[in-house]
DNA sequence: AGAAAAAGAGAGCACTGCTCTTGACGTGCT
DNA sequence: AGCACGTCAAGAGCAGTGCTCTCTTTTTCT
């Protein structure tokens, strides 16, 4: 059933069409990625890549977990590379990798973070993948041991969050101070979509140093230390 | 030359597209708008389309100038509701309000601060209203002269911000207040933007309470009082 | 009522995702 | 060696898209 030439044939194959439509996503965007101008670029029939690929959907998704495990491993490497430094420092610098990694892949930022694909629903491979980057947050903020404040006012009523699923990723932080890693991670993300998605032309000059500042401010209200 | 019975009919036809299209992008995204399908449910050529909208860009556009003003007149509203009201109570108001909108109005909310249409740049006309959100959350913070801090270690460095024209919009705040002023903003549309995408499935149970605490702990931070 | 202007219809081009059939190739088993 | 099976590529074809063109109908104005 299984012979290994084939196998290896497929898996080769399979790589070189993925790599190609990510670059026509880099191009033109996700939303108007053909799989016939995938083959046409290929120099081969648009049928022939059904084979690998049942349908277009299909191709979307893998492109979606690459780009997820790639984001993924900018922020571990950002948290493994700032062990020992600042808490607040580590932060910025976990934001900063992920704006440069969003930066110079628009598009498959685009692509996880974007307008969903209508009918398309992303199926259970994606959200392991998806996990690593509020895990990445997590990993900085979580050594930070900051001083226990309420999350708005009052703190936050339980039944807010699901801890349960939440303790696994983000590790033992009290609700209130696992909502506002959740805040801050939300925040990084408008940040980052505003100015990548040019909704800062005409107010913000400086994007990196507004970004930077602003994450700070995040982190300082979060009760981290430089 | 302006004859006003054709005028008027032609404003009207107009206007039954639109709502035609706003429907269409309600149920199936603004990705898959099509103008045939805009002409076939109105039982038209596609074709006589053609003589209202150049192309399918400009009524794209159209509906994303029509979604702006349409939320940018809830976040007024909302403004004005809450005159005299605690400023954090106003900010959360105007947050909800603005949730509110999104969630009923998904596809719009998508057309106007999701992924950029590739090859499609937003016109002149789409930054005037655009900017009425903003300036909504300006009049809520800028009524609340809230105490100088600095906005990161240090404070924002003069040149980052276009504060001439950020000024017409946002009022006269001094240049940290209106940093964190967009801070606000960005972290409003992120937390809003990974509720609506599903970014918070498994995590987020009761989204409403989540973002009612999260936007006042921003406020708060932002030195606003209950 | 008749001329002018506007609106609509329909065919057509080039493109898309996707399916189905047909023929060729390589592999492994007897 | 020969045969059968699974894999692969190609091509035709369906239904849909944006958009343009020409031609006809309707509406409006004088």
């Not at 299984?2 to 880099?26: D, Y």
């Not at 430094?85 to 992920?98: F, K, T, Y």
């Not at 900051?146 to 349960?164: A, E, V, W, Y």
Request: proline letters at 6%.
């Amino acid at each position: 059933m299984a012979s290994p030439k084939v196998e290896q044939n497929r898996a080769a194959k399979i790589a070189a069409i993925k790599q190609q439509a990510r670059t026509l996503v880099a191009e033109r965007g996700a939303a108007s990625l053909s799989l016939r101008e995938v083959a046409r670029v290929m120099e081969q029939t648009s049928s022939a890549l059904y084979r690998y690929f049942p349908n277009r959907d299909v191709l979307l998704t893998a492109l979606i977990v690459d780009a997820y495990n790639d984001l993924g491993a900018v922020a571990e490497a950002s948290v493994a590379a700032s062990i020992g430094h600042p808490p607040l420092d580590r932060l910025v610098a976990l934001a900063c990798a992920i704006r440069e990694w969003a930066r110079s892949n628009m598009h498959e930022y685009a692509l996880i973070f974007g307008t969903p694909i209508p009918n398309y629903v992303a199926p259970e491979a994606t959200i392991a993948p998806a996990a690593r980057i509020p895990c990445a947050f997590a990993a900085t903020l979580g050594s930070a041991t900051p001083p226990h404040r309420d999350f708005g006012p009052g703190g936050l009523p339980s039944g807010t969050l699901d801890l349960d699923a939440l303790s696994v990723v983000l590790g033992d932080l009290d609700p209130d101070a696992t909502a506002r890693a959740l805040l801050i991670w939300s925040s990084v993300f408008g940040l980052l979509t505003f100015e990548l998605f040019g909704h800062f032309v005409g107010s913000v000059e400086n994007a990196e140093t507004f970004f930077r500042h602003a994450v700070a401010d995040l982190g300082i209200q979060f009760g981290l230390e430089a």
